[in-house]
């Protein structure tokens, strides 16, 4: 299965939606938002009287859980190690084409024009203005040929090449001070990296994988690719990257999967 | 957690069969296992290893995924903490010296013997025969190797030199923590048959069981010379 299942009601988009789409689809979208409403009433009466049956879905006790996944956060920052290597590969292990990971399947990705494309930049940076393709493609390259870990268990090696995003940060005069770097993408999904990550040598801004640019389920213009974090953290079709002081709130951790969830 | 008490394992007179620690952490273990076992179904079945089995979503622990990861990162603390102090527990109080060592290959396999045969006795609850002191010698060392290869699982970058443990593939060190698991659930399925066949034991890891002299106890070493307060 490559898909994860996600708990319906609990994921809001928080910016970096196109909002014609909202308006396309308001009906909808009031539709979903009632039906969440009307579940989660019923869970929460079912609950008074199944006390002691609650293994997690939403209440209290995922309340708690969540706090403990925090904890979890801190404990990964703590161990996390700055210059420590992942392991790299030959360019014989690579697997063509990647597998893909995403919360829709492969023929629902909306491929993104290049030609208009932009990388939108904000927060705590000097230099805030956008960059094209072609500028990302003339910066200094590096490969990265890792291992992709994806948070249901399966992996894949995979060759990547683009912008090392310490370099990126720093030609953009972002304040590495910072504690975190959200990610905006194409299709409303969002990501966030510690700083810590986000200096790894092995953080990159990818726009090739296997000496070809990108194809378009694997992120096609620009996708962040680290080797230090799980699949879903390495956020594809970047529109615009934020540096803050704000924990960012992530697609994932939303519904319920760890923030820094680190390898 | 009750503080190690030299008296009621080594010094004293007589102790417990299951001093108040050893109950504790049994039964924190216990249900660490019931977390973790549960919560590890619901991850395995997002993504499975072997393409026949599946465990029912009925007995896994978690909605979702989310939850079932939820669920596990947090009983790994209990299950870890609880696992080292009980290790330290029993090397330093001498309990794992006393109750599970030596183990003869001989008496082993003449255990087996009997209890196929249905002869084996167990009127002395102190006493280990070779087929318990092998089969708990071995689930401890089991959940050993389940918390370094789930810890292995959980950060393969930042552990990288645990993922050479495993000949640094990924999949391997899946297929060593699903194995682990299942070892465990065999030996829970014996362990709580066992113990409801003879149901003293099971008290006797409630109540602790009969008063036991410590310096007479069969297989014990010498009480210290000393105390080591």
């Avoid at chain 1, 493609?137 to 994806?150: A, D, F, N, T, V």
């Avoid at chain 1, 296997?210 to 699949?231: I, M, Q």
Wanted: charged share 20%; proline share 6%; hydrophobic share 45%.
């Amino acid at each position: 299965m490559t898909k994860i299942k996600r708990f319906p009601s609990l994921f809001r988009p928080h910016g970096g939606v196109d909002q014609s789409v909202f308006e396309q689809n308001k009906g909808l979208v009031e539709l979903i938002g009632r039906r969440g409403l009307f579940r989660g009433t019923l869970s929460l009466g079912a609950l008074t009287m199944l006390t002691g049956c609650d293994w997690g879905d939403g209440g209290s006790v995922e309340q708690a859980l969540r706090a403990v996944s925090r904890w979890n956060d801190l404990v990964q920052a703590a161990i996390f190690r700055p210059d420590h290597l992942a392991p790299t590969f030959t360019a014989a292990e690579v697997v063509k084409p990647p597998r893909f990971n995403a919360h829709y399947d492969v023929e629902d990705v909306k491929p993104v024009d290049g030609r208009t494309w932009k990388l939108e930049v904000s927060g705590l940076v000097n230099d805030k203005r956008s960059w094209s393709i072609a500028e990302m493609m003339s910066l200094p390259q590096q490969e990265l040929i890792i291992r992709h870990i994806c948070v249901e268990g399966w992996d894949y090696i995979g060759q990547w090449s683009g912008v090392n995003f310490r370099q990126f940060l720093e030609r953009i005069g972002a304040d590495l001070r910072a504690r975190y770097i959200a990610f905006r993408c194409a299709d409303g999904y969002t990501e966030a990296l510690d700083m810590a990550t986000a200096l790894h040598p092995q953080t990159i801004l990818a726009t090739k994988y296997a000496g070809e640019p990108l194809p378009d389920p694997f992120g096609y213009p620009l996708r962040l690719r680290t080797s230090t974090k799980l699949g879903f953290k390495n956020a594809k079709w970047l529109t615009a990257i934020e540096v803050t002081n704000t924990r960012p709130r992530t697609y994932y951790s939303d519904q319920g999967f760890n923030w820094f969830s680190g390898i | 957690m009750t503080a190690i008490s030299p008296e009621t394992e080594t010094g004293g007179a007589s102790s417990r069969l299951h001093p108040l620690p050893v109950r504790l952490m049994h039964w924190v273990n216990a249900v660490a296992m019931f977390i973790m076992i549960g919560s590890g179904w619901k991850i395995y079945n997002d993504e499975v290893i072997f393409g026949w089995l599946h465990f029912p979503e009925a007995l896994a622990i978690g909605k979702w995924a989310q939850h079932g990861l939820l669920w596990h990162f947090f009983g790994m603390w209990i299950f870890a903490i609880n696992g080292l102090l009980y290790l330290a527990y029993g090397i330093f109080s001498g309990r794992f010296r006393r109750k599970l060592w030596p183990i003869s290959p001989r008496e082993l396999i003449s255990t087996v013997g009997a209890a196929l045969r249905f002869k084996l006795g167990h009127d002395d609850l102190t006493h280990y025969n070779a087929v318990q002191k092998s089969l708990y010698v071995g689930v401890i060392l089991i959940g050993v190797v389940s918390v370094i290869s789930g810890l292995t699982l959980w950060k393969p970058v930042q552990f990288s030199e645990l993922l050479a443990l495993f000949g640094n593939d990924f999949q391997t060190v899946r297929l060593v923590h699903f194995l682990c698991m299942a070892a465990i659930c065999g030996f829970v399925v014996v362990h709580v048959a066992l113990a409801l066949l003879v149901p003293k034991t099971l008290i006797a890891m409630i109540t602790g069981g009969p008063r036991v002299p410590s310096a007479q106890m069969p297989g014990s070493s010498p009480p210290e010379p000393t105390g080591r307060s």
